[in-house]
């Protein structure tokens, strides 16, 4: 390996902040290089460049919400299926499965795609994202439709006073039947069952799962509950 800068022939393996572009975006990753001993110029060798490309496409993932490279092969492997099976069973084409566990981003749809076959908890997600969609706001919703992103906001708020799911779910529903007595909508649209130990949101096991699968939410001792981040209050309007 010669030094394209200075023909220099001695290299050290160091770990370089790099800007390669993806999909017209510029992203930052710190990945290996070889630096020449006398100019420092970087070269890199052909696993290194293999490393540089998954990295550079990981990180666009990470800034847009899409699986990476690891996660889907995760999926795969939870699976125990080869890339020929995975594909079959997602009913695309083998080639983009290789891509994908390596550094071909894969669009919005085909992520999708890939959640609901893959993850439980997201699939349950979406399956009850289309059951508030489908139910107009009535008396059981407080007169308003359901908003996962104020639940999501709500839960992490009252958390900080009731970390056990069983008072976590009375503390949501009292806020959101106070507010409906005092100005005759609900906080976040919420049906509530009548259970054993009183009101909880209606599949209330799989939006906390969820919650904690994409860690908005920490499993702490016991069967108590964190959050891993503060609520965002600016979302709660006076209406």
């Not at 059981?140 to 996962?148: C, V």
């Not at 104020?150 to 992490?156: D, G, N, P, R, Y």
Request: hydrophobic share 35%; aromatic share 12%.
């Amino acid at each position: 390996m010669k030094c394209l800068e200075c023909d220099g022939d001695k290299f050290e393996e160091k770990k370089c902040r790099f800007t390669p572009e993806i999909k017209g975006e510029e992203v930052e990753i710190i990945v290996p290089a070889m630096v020449c001993v006398k100019c420092h110029a970087t070269l890199m060798n052909d696993t290194q460049m293999n490393q540089m490309r998954k990295a550079a496409a990981d990180a666009y993932r990470k800034t847009y919400g899409l699986l990476t490279s690891e996660q889907i092969l995760h999926f795969r492997n939870l699976f125990g299926m080869s890339q020929a099976s995975f594909s079959n069973y997602l009913k695309i084409g083998e080639a983009s499965i290789k891509r994908w566990e390596t550094y071909f981003v894969q669009d919005a749809s085909q992520d999708e795609l890939i959640r609901l076959k893959c993850d439980e908890a997201y699939a349950e997600y979406s399956a009850l994202n289309v059951h508030w969609k489908s139910h107009a706001p009535d008396i059981y919703s407080g007169n308003r439709s359901f908003s996962w992103e104020l639940f999501k906001q709500a839960v992490k708020y009252l958390i900080g006073a009731a970390k056990s799911p069983l008072f976590l779910n009375k503390a949501l529903f009292y806020a959101d039947f106070k507010h409906y007595q005092l100005y005759g909508k609900s906080i976040t649209g919420t049906r509530y069952a009548h259970l054993e130990y009183g009101p909880c949101p209606e599949q209330y096991t799989n939006l906390f799962n969820f919650m904690l699968q994409e860690n908005m939410l920490i499993q702490a001792e016991g069967h108590t509950l964190d959050t891993s981040e503060p609520a965002n209050l600016t979302i709660f309007s006076a209406s």
